[in-house]
C-alpha cells in the first residue's frame, strides 16, 4: 500500500511539471516589463529616450507586463488543464478538453451556489456578510478564492474519468457517446456536483490551509528552516514539488493584498507586487522565504561542494571529474539544476546529502532573517537573481546580502565536504574504485530517457501479442496487476499477489532480468522498453480480467515434464526471431555505411546478450581495424555519451542510431577514444566522428566488436544484411527497408 501511494505521489509531482513549465517564460517576461517600465530605473539609468513613456519600447514592454501576468492571474486553470494531461495515461487531448469544461463548469456551479444562498446580491455584488477575500473572479466567474488547489481538484479528478471511461462501450442507440467522447460529457455531470459540494466543503478546507500557513509563518524563522529542511529532503523521492507547490501558489504560503486584490502563495504574492513595483518600497520577505534562500547555497555553496570534490579526486581521476563538477557547477550557479550535483554524493556519501539537507534548510532561514525578498520562476540561479534581485535594486529585494552570506557558505562547503570526503573516504566523483564509471547524473542521461520515450511512439497495436500475453501470465494474470509503468530500460510494474509472479515465464520474454520488492516488480529489458510497455498496456485493454493459475506452477516437474496447459503457455510466450510470411512489397530503402575499417558481422554474434537480441535495437557489427570512426549518412549528432564510448546520430531520412563502439568499454571512463565533433553538429557521411586507440581498446576491453544499431525499427521496417567480412569505411553495412503493411 505504501509504495503504490509512493507511485501515485510521484506521478502527481511529474504531473505539476507541465503547468510549471511555463512559469520561467511568464516570470521573464513580467520581470523584463515590470523592470523596464518602472520610472525610478528609467530614471535611474537615464533610459527615457529609448524605454520612457511613448517609446515603442515601452508599449512592447507593458504588453509584455501584461502577457506575463496573465499567465499568473490564470495559474488554477492552466494546472486543471496541466496535471489532467500529465496524470491521464492515453488521449491526453481528451483530457485537457475535459479538464477546461469541468473547471468552468465546477466554478458556475460554486456562483449559482453563491447566488441562491445571497452571498452573491441580485446586481453582482458580493454580500457584506461575506468574509473580505474568500470570493473572487475566476476568468469571469465569480467564485470561491480556491487557488491553485481548485485547478489541481479538476485536474486529478478529471484524470480519473478519462482513464477510468476514455474506452467505455455504450448500447447501439448510444453508441456515439461512448469512447472518448464520454469523458467531457461524465466530467460536466461529475464536477456539477463538486461544485455544490465545494460551497460546503471549501470554506473549511480554507480555515484549515489558513490555519496550515499560519503554523510555519506562526513559526517564524523556525517554520521557514523546516519548510526549508523537508524541501530539500525530498530531492531524491521526487516529491518536493508536491510539498512546495502549495506554499508557492496558494494560501497555504500566506495571503496578502496587493494592488487591491487579495493574492495566495508566496510565489504569487512576489510577482504581483512585482506588477505593482511603482508602489511597493520592499518586497515581502514573508512570502518569499520559500525560495530566496535558494540563492545562497545554488550559487555559491553548492560550487563549494563541487569544488571540494574536485580537489579530493584522485590524481589520475581528476581531468575527468573536474569536467563533469565544473559543468554540473555552472548549471547550478546559472540556472539552479542542483540534481547533477546532489546525485553526485547522494548515492554515494548519502552523510554529505544530510549536511546539505540541512545547510540548505538554514539558508532559508537566514534569507528570510535578513529581509531578503528576492523572486523566483523556477530555481534559484544567476538568472533568476539578476532579473528578480538586481534588476529590482537592492532597495526593494536587499539582493546584495546575499553575497557575503554566499561567500560564507562557499568556505562551509568546501571546508564540511573537504573533511568529511578524507574522513570517511567517500566514494565521490574521481574517487571511485578503478573499476567504476567516474560520471554524474546529467545530459546524456536526459537524453537516453528521451531517446527510450521516442522509441515508445514506434509501438503499434497488435490483435495478438505473444509477448504481452506471456508478461501478463508470469504476472499472475492480468487480474494480478495493478499499475503498470516504466523507466528507461525497466518495466514497473504493481502486483495485488506477489507470490502469483512467475520468474520462469517473464525470462521466455526476453528480459534481461527481475527485481522483485514487495509488490513491485521490475522486468529489465532495455531501451525497448516503452514499446513493450505500450503494447502491453493495448493488450491488457482487452486481455480477460482474471488470475493466471499455471503462474506458480510452471516449472518443469520432477519427471521433467510439464502439463499440457503449461506447455502452452510456453509456447505462445516465445517469440519467433523469424516467421514464414509471405514476401512484402519493399516501398523505401535506406542504407546504412560502416562508419569504420574492419570485420563486419550479423548482430546476434555480439559477446553481449542485450546487443545480439537486439534489445539496444537492429543493425550489425563491426570490428574495427582503423582507428578513425566516421558518420555513417549525412545526419545530426544527437548526444555524446560521456565516457565517448557511444554515440547518438540522426540520418537525415529519420533513423535514430547508437554507434556503440566496443562492448564495456563505458568503465574505461573515455580512456581510448578522442571526440572530433559536438552535440548537435550536422556531419556529411564519412566526416570523422570519434578516433579510437585499438591497442588500449584490445587489452583493456572484453571485446573491440562494435554494434552499429538503429534504435528505432517500425512494425513495417526490416533491417538486411549487407556486409559479411572485410568492409571498408563508407562501404554498404545493411539496410533498413520499408515494406508494404
Known sequence: M???????????????????????????????GSSFTNETTIATYGLQKILGDGTILHALLIIMNKVGSAVFDNLPLIFAVGVAIGMAKKEKEVAALSALIAYFVMNVAINGMLVVNDKITADGQIAKSVLEGT????????????????????????????????????????????????????????????????????????????????????????????????????????????????FWQTAVGGTMEVAGQMVQGGQNIFFAQLADSANVAHFSADAT???????????????????????????????????????????????GITEPLEFSFLFVAPALFAVQVVLAGAAYMIAHMLNIAVGLTFSGGFLDLFLFGILQGNAKTSWLRIIPVGIIYFILYYVIFTFLIKKFDFKTPGREDDDTETKLYTKADVNARKEAGKSGEAAGNTSKDPVSEAITAGLGG????????????????????????????????????????????????????????????????????????????????????????????????????????????????????????????????????GFAEGMMGEGAVVTPKDPVICAPEDGEVEFIFDTKHAIGFQTDTDLPMLLHIGIDTVKLEGKGF????????????????????????????????????????????????????????????????????
Request: hydrophobic share 45%.
Open 674 to 741: 578522442e571526440i572530433l565533433v559536438e552535440q548537435g553538429q550536422h556531419v556529411k557521411k564519412g566526416e570523422p566522428l570519434m578516433k579510437i586507440d585499438i591497442p588500449y581498446l584490445t587489452e583493456n576491453a572484453p571485446s573491440l566488436c562494435s554494434p552499429i544499431l538503429c534504435t528505432e525499427i517500425e512494425d513495417n521496417q526490416r533491417v538486411r544484411l549487407l556486409a559479411n567480412g572485410e568492409i571498408k569505411a563508407g562501404e554498404p553495412l545493411f539496410a533498413v527497408e520499408t515494406v508494404e503493411e
Open 135 to 246: 470570493v473572487t473572479s475566476v476568468c469571469g466567474i465569480q467564485s470561491l478564492q480556491m487557488g491553485v488547489f481548485g485547478g489541481i481538484i479538476v485536474g486529478l479528478g478529471v484524470a480519473a474519468l478519462h482513464n477510468r471511461f476514455h474506452k467505455i462501450v455504450l448500447p447501439n442507440a448510444l453508441s456515439f457517446f461512448g469512447g472518448s467522447r464520454f469523458v467531457p460529457i461524465i466530467s460536466t455531470i461529475v464536477y456539477m456536483f463538486v461544485g455544490i459540494l465545494m460551497y460546503f466543503v471549501w470554506p473549511v478546507v480554507q480555515n484549515g490551509i489558513y490555519a496550515l500557513g499560519g503554523l510555519v509563518t506562526g513559526s517564524g524563522y523556525i517554520g521557514t528552516l523546516i519548510f526549508g529542511i523537508i524541501k530539500r529532503a525530498l530531492i531524491p523521492f521526487g516529491l518536493h514539488h508536491v510539498f512546495y507547490m502549495p
Open 478 to 609: 492480468k487480474k494480478n496487476i495493478s499499475d503498470v509503468d516504466c523507466c528507461a530500460t525497466r518495466l514497473r510494474i504493481t502486483v495485488h499477489d506477489a507470490a502469483r509472479v512467475n520468474d520462469d515465464i517473464l525470462k521466455t520474454t526476453g528480459s534481461r532480468g527481475i527485481v522483485k520488492k514487495g509488490q513491485g516488480v521490475q522486468i529489465i529489458y532495455g531501451p525497448q522498453v516503452t514499446v513493450i510497455k505500450s503494447k502491453l498496456e493495448d493488450y491488457l485493454e482487452t486481455a480477460p480480467n482474471e488470475y493466471f493459475e499455471g503462474a506458480k506452477n510452471a516449472e518443469t516437474d520432477n519427471a521433467g515434464n510439464q502439463s499440457q496447459s503449461d506447455a502452452e503457455s510456453t509456447a505462445d510466450v516465445q517469440p519467433s526471431a523469424s516467421s514464414t510470411q509471405p514476401e512484402k512489397k519493399v516501398l523505401k530503402t535506406a542504407i546504412i555505411y560502416s562508419p569504420v575499417t574492419g570485420i563486419a558481422a550479423d548482430l546476434s554474434t555480439a559477446p553481449d546478450e
Open 2 to 32: 505504501k509504495d503504490k501511494i509512493f507511485g501515485v505521489l510521484q506521478r502527481v509531482g511529474r504531473s505539476f511539471m507541465l503547468p510549471i513549465a511555463i512559469l520561467p517564460v511568464a516570470g521573464l517576461l513580467l520581470g523584463f
Open 289 to 335: 522565504r520559500y525560495f530566496s534562500g535558494e540563492f545562497i547555497f545554488m550559487i555559491f555553496g553548492l560550487p563549494g561542494a563541487a569544488l571540494a570534490m574536485y580537489r579530493c579526486a584522485k590524481p589520475e581521476k581528476k581531468k575527468a571529474a573536474g569536467g563533469l563538477l565544473l559543468s554540473a557547477a555552472l548549471a547550478c550557479m546559472l540556472t
